[in-house]
């Protein structure tokens, strides 16, 4: 499906460089796929870690990120900039066709429409070029050409992406990892099914299975065309890369059976795929990479474990659910810990009784949650041998969605990987 010229043609924008705490940042364009005949350009910040020139080829290689932003978002400096002090190269998007009218355009949320134009001017203008697609909200029409479809050129816009970073001398090529935030997400569960080339993928919020979604996310994938050509499970039995699936259990947008879902497809094929269903965290972008103000700890985990060393995380080998109808039943899980003894374990059971999916779309979604209220139950963690342990819950009658939380605990991280999500 995602067929183009295979030149990059990546053009560096200098008087578009960051300045301030981002110097050493660049603004670049890169080529999409075309649309109604004409070429198309993408913008981005990419970023190395201080001690590492973008245009020298090193012995030792680093990791690297391509970063791809959700609704109402852009190519976001801080991102680049929390990624690169993590010793990871980094690109960051934009993937709705947006380009900057200021220099440092990015370093702020909430500004797409006075930092931000759809349209290629000034030094971005060139002939036999134009801007990509902008978001469409999947109200795709059967009498629209692919190439017209924002999430075509979202997804083809992330496979380049890999090309781009991998191709700097820094670059470890086989340590590139992919982050999707909201809408982002969605366009990275469905990447990973068509491009293999990224080491792992996290999506976060988002997922497959949407048109399953308990949330509003079920009416845009029910659409015809996006029913035909945009649900991510279609391939997910291409994806062999780990995936921490991550989300929220009280999230207005994305719920989180679809994200279970996604979860069980794509642990088949990898082992080291994981599940991270998150309570009391917020939905946004900023969310999702500032550990200083928010628990997001998991992702940053992930990611090292994935290029440093995959003893640094807890992965969840095995569950059961036993439930009879209307009876108590039993939740457990056998997980691998770290290799790391001050780590500590603790398990807690969400579960439902009465449960019902009810949102308001909001009028700020940092403080938009569902009205429904998880209840929790203590469960009993004990060691195995060879550094695994058992963790088990009670289900209490009458239970209807539940599932096994592990939090794993230093002095100075908590995060989170979860069972299934059973109904």
């Known amino acids: 499906m995602f067929k183009y010229d295979e030149s990059l043609n990546v053009t560096y924008i200098p008087s578009y460089y960051p300045t301030g705490k981002y110097e050493g940042i660049r603004a670049l364009t890169y080529d999409g796929p075309e649309t109604n005949g004409k070429k198309t350009k993408v913008f981005a910040y990419m970023g190395v870690p201080d001690g590492y020139d973008m245009d020298r080829n090193y012995e030792h290689k680093i990791p690297a990120m391509v970063l791809v932003h959700g609704g109402c978002g852009y190519a976001f400096l801080d991102w680049v900039k929390q990624w690169n002090d993590r010793g990871y190269a980094a690109i960051s998007i934009c993937n709705v066709g947006l380009f900057p009218v200021r220099r440092n355009a990015g370093d702020r949320e909430g500004a797409i429409f006075e930092d931000w134009t759809h349209e290629l001017c000034g030094v971005f203008a060139q002939e036999d070029y134009t801007v990509p697609p902008t978001y469409d909200d999947m109200q795709l029409s059967e009498c629209q050409s692919i190439d017209s479809m924002w999430m075509y050129h979202a997804v083809a816009q992330v496979i380049r992406a890999y090309d781009v970073i991998a191709a700097l001398g820094c670059v470890d090529s086989q340590k590139v990892g992919l982050m999707g935030i909201s809408w982002g997400s969605v366009v990275t569960s469905i990447a990973i099914g068509y491009d293999n080339s990224y080491a792992f993928a996290i999506p976060v919020y988002g997922s497959g299975y949407l048109d399953e979604a308990l949330s509003f996310m079920r009416f845009k994938f029910n659409v015809p065309r996006s029913k035909q050509m945009w649900l991510a499970q279609e391939r997910f039995s291409n994806v062999n890369i780990p995936v921490l699936w991550l989300c929220m259990n009280d999230d207005f947008a994305f719920s989180a059976n679809s994200n279970s879902k996604s979860y069980a497809d794509t642990c088949k094929n990898n082992s080291l795929t994981q599940l991270s269903i998150k309570s ?83 009028a700020d979604i940092h403080k938009c949650y569902l009205a429904h209220k998880w209840k929790t139950a203590e469960a009993t963690v004990t060691s195995k041998d060879g550094g695994s342990f058992l963790a088990v819950a009670r289900i209490p009658e009458n239970t209807t969605y539940c599932y096994l939380e592990i939090a794993a605990k230093t002095d100075n991280i908590k995060y989170v990987v979860s069972s299934k999500f059973y109904s």
């Open 280 to 362: 009391g965290w917020v939905h946004g972008h900023s969310c999702s990479w500032d550990t200083d103000n928010y628990e997001c700890h998991e992702i940053y985990k992930f990611a090292d474990a994935m290029t440093r060393d995959k003893g640094s995380f807890t992965y969840i080998t095995q569950q059961e659910y036993n439930k009879e109808l209307e009876q108590e039943g039993t939740l457990s899980v056998i997980f691998t810990g770290e290799n790391n003894s001050s780590v500590s374990y603790a398990a807690t059971l969400y579960y439902q009784t009465d449960y019902e999916y009810a949102y308001t779309f909001p």
